[in-house]
């Protein structure tokens, strides 16, 4: 794109940033109402969370915003180097020191009293990647050496990184992602295959290896057999959405936050939201983000360069994964697994990443070839131009004539 063109931005599609600030909007009465008597005991101070909270949204909003005016042209050429810097985030989290460990799990860093998750930044590194090698390299895809085999080792390295946190979750989400990236980019699928019948037993040991993984799964699918152990988080998630019924117990009349629900206003903000608004507010979330990701399957859709298409599509199924974990796992549906609701529980890091996907989508619309709003405002631009430039000798001429 010519550096004129990259200065008439299209705003940013209003479907996309309406659904995206409407679901910040409505995560800040559920934070709120899930999380003042949490803060309450915990730090004696009934608006700490919410305060936290209410930092994060502007800066993930700055932050989509910023990215979405970045060419896409950009991404393409720096895909190996933010890969490379996720990738070594993600291994000096691992490091004693530098990494911080939070029950168990050795995820975090902590800098100026905020944590922050490197897989947050691994997540759309990925995308990236995966969206550059096929973009760049089509004609390798065919075969398994030179096509999928070195995407396979970037997937490998990610996950092993992720197994010794260890983030199980954020595993199976990124390997979701990469299979849906490589099957809509033109890997084979008897590739795939292959593949899937080779991660089956690798994911399998992975699970069986650790012990609360298969406590977990036990629990999903008997979840009364141990109500006050490791049942008990998934019973007290089931009971707010029962008491809930169709139209809810009312904004802020919820009982579970009371110490009943561990951290509510987290990985289990849905059920909160089951409880206090019922199968209607469910609902509504749903809906919501069904116009959200079906905006953004559309904007794939249009796209020609396959670049754009694959980072749209990327950004989606991340977004989308982690929908169906979370409400899945809230509900008994799935093995329970801490899975932010995006956009809506709470939580720096995991929002600060989500507000990166959708400012990549956004990047990618707002530089798409052909929108005809950038096409109006550049005819407008250049019959000003033609303008000033017949009225310049009109002007010369008439002082030449007084002088």
Not at 281 to 286: D, K, M, N, T, V
Not at 394 to 400: F, N, S
Request: hydrophobic letters at 55%; a positive charge; aromatic letters at 10%.
């Amino acid at each position: 794109m010519s550096r004129s063109a990259g200065k008439l931005l299209s705003p940013p599609d209003a479907v996309i940033t309406g659904c995206v600030i409407g679901l910040m909007c409505f995560s800040v009465l559920m934070v709120y109402s899930a999380s003042v008597s949490v803060a309450e005991v915990r730090y004696h101070d009934p608006l700490r969370i919410i305060r936290h909270w209410l930092f994060y949204i502007p800066v993930g909003m700055l932050i989509m915003w910023g990215l979405s005016r970045i060419e896409v042209t950009w991404w393409r050429a720096i895909a190996v180097p933010v890969l490379g810097v996720a990738l070594l985030l993600m291994l000096a989290v691992l490091i004693p020191g530098l990494g911080k460990q939070i029950n168990g799990a050795q995820r975090w860093f902590s800098l100026l009293g905020l944590t922050l998750q490197p897989v947050e930044l691994l997540k759309p590194a990925v995308i990236i990647y995966m969206a550059y090698y096929m973009s760049s390299f089509p004609e390798r895809l065919s075969r398994f050496s030179s096509g999928l085999a070195p995407m396979l080792v970037v997937l490998g390295v990610s996950l092993a990184l992720l197994l010794l946190q260890p983030d199980f979750g954020s595993a199976v989400l990124l390997s979701a992602v990469c299979f849906a990236l490589w099957f809509v980019g033109g890997v084979p699928i008897r590739h795939l295959g292959v593949l899937v019948l080779s991660f089956a037993p690798l994911a399998v040991m992975a699970m069986v290896a650790a012990p609360y993984r298969v406590q977990r799964l036990t629990s999903f699918m008997d979840p009364w057999n141990d109500p006050l152990g490791s049942d008990y988080q998934l019973i007290q998630s089931m009971l707010a959405f029962g008491s809930g019924g169709i139209f809810g117990t009312g904004l802020g009349q919820g009982v579970q936050k009371l110490f009943y629900l561990p951290e509510v206003f987290t990985d289990f903000i849905s059920a909160s939201i089951g409880e206090e608004l019922g199968l209607v507010g469910i609902l509504s979330i749903l809906l919501v983000f069904a116009v959200l990701l079906g905006r953004g399957l559309w904007l794939a859709i249009r796209c020609d360069d396959m670049f754009s298409k694959l980072l749209i599509i990327g950004c989606v199924v991340v977004l989308g994964t982690a929908l169906m974990i979370n409400l899945g796992a809230a509900m008994g549906l799935l093995p329970t697994k801490g899975m932010p609701l995006p956009f809506v529980s709470y939580g720096g890091s995991a929002l600060l990443g989500e507000c990166v996907l959708i400012g990549l989508l956004l990047s990618v619309q707002r530089h798409q070839p052909g929108n005809k709003r950038i096409e109006k405002r550049a005819k407008k631009t250049k019959s000003a131009r033609a303008a000033k430039q017949v009225a310049a000798p009109t002007a010369e001429a008439g002082l030449e004539h007084l002088f």
